[in-house]
């Protein structure tokens, strides 16, 4: 069974930076595409950013410029680079990882991250 562990948030002030981090385990296929997700109260859950195994990345448009995804194969581990935060990209934010043959979307706890002065 595979799991997603993610680390990183926190609370932090606007036009800080952060870096999240997720790894998957319980399985041994490299996962093809690893992603983050967010949602804030309220709202609906959005994509940030996603890597594929040959490294072809995604960003949401209203993103780009101030995230960076990134991902180790070897340790199936993708990370979030967040900069410039604002106080809008408060929200709980979740790994997905699509994993095996077929592919199977797994999704991690989610991790919680707060910009605010």
């Known amino acids: 069974q595979v799991q997603l562990v993610e680390s990183g948030g926190g609370l932090v002030q606007p036009g800080e930076s952060l870096r999240l981090s997720c790894a998957a385990s319980?399985?041994?296929?490299?996962?093809?595409?690893m992603g983050w997700y967010r949602q804030a109260p309220g709202k609906q859950r959005e994509l940030v950013a996603s890597v594929t195994i040959l490294d072809i990345t995604t960003y949401a448009e209203s993103l780009k410029g101030r995230v960076t995804i990134s991902r180790d194969n070897s340790k199936s581990t993708v990370y979030l680079q967040m900069s410039s935060l604002k106080p809008e990209d408060t929200a709980v934010y979740y790994c997905k990882a699509k994993i095996g043959v077929p592919h199977v979307d797994y999704w991690g706890q989610g991790t919680q991250v707060t910009v605010s002065s």
């Open positions: 319980g399985n041994s296929f490299v996962p093809a595409e």
